[in-house]
T-cell receptor, first 113, second 113 residues
Framework: EAGVAQSPRYKIIEKRQSVAFWCNPI?????LYWYQQILGQGPKLLIQ????????DSQLPKDRFSAERLKGVDSTLKIQPAKLEDSAVYLC???????????FGEGSRLTVL | GQQVMQIPQYQHVQEGEDFTTYCNSS?????IQWYKQRPGGHPVFLIQ?????EVKKQKRLTFQFGEAKKNSSLHITATQTTDVGTYFC?????????????FGKGTLLTVNP
């Protein structure tokens, strides 16, 4: 069974530039999550989708971050404009059910200079 | 909002020694999940506990869920170098409609061979 796919694996940008990350969850998983993990910390939930609807985005900095999950499958996370403090690994995870086991992708490491 | 605390933040042991990490939530949980993240890797699901007072074992790992469903522990017997990594607990709040999975900051385990 294919796992959660994410791209790009690495991205380096300058502050105020924009960046987009892509995630393809495990087939059939209705729930998709984007987490931000800063070095040395636990994953912080940014947004949670159930199919193509947003379940929770209370910790998403909506002035610069946006995410969508069209057709309830793939998802993209965008940052515009990026700040230095956005340097982190962005983890996508999917789950067959709300509150269930998370399957994480390998993450997209963002460095903002 | 819900907070999940883990102690200790770091633990260094000699190979063969035991290790325990503790997880405490500010709110009652629907379930508790444990994940392991190897250095440079992504979190990988270990186990989920659902019932109050539940205890589960996986070879040398023993997981407990507290009676009040607000705390949990992970105990590793006779650590090996392969146990190195950061152990995270995460759990959705009881009675919530979104099953938001909040992670603790993790416990980094290092093992001296």
């Amino acid at each position: 069974e294919a796992g959660v796919a994410q791209s790009p694996r690495y991205k380096i940008i300058e502050k105020r530039q924009s960046v987009a990350f892509w995630c393809n969850p495990i087939s059939g998983h209705a729930t998709l999550y984007w987490y931000q993990q800063i070095l040395g910390q636990g994953p912080k939930l940014l947004i949670q989708f159930q199919n193509n609807g947003v379940v929770d985005d209370s910790q998403l900095p909506k002035d610069r971050f946006s995410a969508e999950r069209l057709k309830g499958v793939d998802s993209t996370l965008k940052i515009q404009p990026a700040k230095l403090e956005d340097s982190a690994v962005y983890l996508c995870a999917s789950s067959p059910e709300l509150g269930g086991e998370l399957f994480f992708g390998e993450g997209s490491r963002l460095t903002v200079l | 909002g819900q907070q999940v605390m883990q102690i200790p933040q770091y633990q260094h042991v000699q190979e063969g020694e035991d290790f325990t990490t503790y997880c405490n939530s500010s709110t009652t949980l629907s379930n508790i999940q444990w994940y392991k993240q190897r250095p440079g890797g992504h979190p990988v699901f270990l186990i989920q506990l659902v019932k109050s007072g539940e205890v589960k074992k996986q070879k040398r790992l023993t997981f407990q869920f507290g009676e009040a469903k607000k705390n949990s522990s992970l105990h590793i017997t006779a650590t090996q170098t392969t146990d190195v990594g950061t152990y995270f607990c995460a759990g959705p709040p009881w009675g919530g409609s979104n099953y938001k999975l909040t992670f603790g900051k993790g416990t980094l385990l290092t093992v001296n061979p």
